[in-house]
């Protein structure tokens, strides 16, 4: 089992261009999330998806867009993107039933200039 | 509302204890706790639910005050590999969405 896998780890881009961050996860787990971290910080949610086709603003879903591909694929897309949003970026994903500890990809590290 | 953890950080010598604090102001559903080293993923430390139910780690203990809305962590005998930054996560619900405090700075020293 892979986890939660993140692409791309690192990614510079300039101000106005746009790009999509990829997660997936092979634990068959329906709850996915992305999460921004600053410095100093905690972790800040972006988006929430409980299933396939569905999809949640979190604290702070301004500047993003989601995609829940499919069970496994939950993408993170920035259209325009601006110096604020220079940030780590976490997948995670977690179960439904039981104890729901949340399981974290390796992040992505996004500058924006 | 992001949920406060006090102290921001401590530092400790190997074999000595730590407790980390968690607080909100509203009426929690659960709290997880999570320890993230530099430049990785947080990883899953300890859950707490309402009505006393706990998972967790074995070395590793943690309460829950659902009256006053507090929870600790307990870090006894630290090892080196304990060091990291601890964040609490708390939910209102059982909506499976977490806010995370702004995390406490453990580092142990030999």
């Known amino acids: 089992n892979a986890g939660v896998t993140q692409t791309p780890k690192f990614q510079v881009l300039k101000t106005g261009q746009s790009m999509t961050l990829q997660c997936a996860q092979d634990m068959n787990h329906n709850s996915m999330y992305w999460y921004r971290q600053d410095p100093g910080m905690g972790l800040r949610l972006i988006y929430y998806?409980?299933?396939?086709?569905?999809?949640d603003k979190g604290e702070v879903p301004n500047g993003y867009n989601v995609s829940r591909l499919n069970k496994r694929e939950f993408s993170l897309r920035l259209e325009s993107a601006a110096p604020s949003q220079t940030s780590v970026y976490f997948c995670?994903?977690?179960?439904?039933?039981?104890?729901?500890?949340?399981?974290f990809g390796p992040g992505t590290r996004l500058t924006v200039t | 509302q992001q949920p406060v953890q006090s102290p921001q950080a401590v530092i400790l010598r190997e074999g000595e204890d730590a407790v980390i604090n968690c607080s909100s102001s509203?009426?929690?559903?659960?709290v997880h706790w999570y320890r993230q080293k530099h430049g990785e993923a947080p990883v899953f430390l300890m859950i707490?639910?309402?009505?006393?139910e706990q998972k967790g780690h074995e070395k590793i203990s943690a309460s829950f005050n659902e009256k006053k809305q507090q929870s600790s962590l307990y870090l006894t005998a630290s090892q080196l590999s304990y060091s990291g930054t601890y964040f609490c996560?708390?939910?209102?619900?059982?909506?499976?969405?977490?806010?995370f405090g702004s995390g406490t700075q453990l580092t142990v020293l030999p």
């Open positions: 996560g708390t939910e209102k619900t059982s909506a499976r969405q977490l806010t």
């Open positions: 995670a994903s977690t179960r439904d039933r039981g104890y729901y500890e949340q399981y």
């Open positions: 707490l639910l309402k009505g006393g």
């Open positions: 998806s409980a299933s396939e086709g569905t999809t």
């Open positions: 509203k009426a929690l559903y659960s």
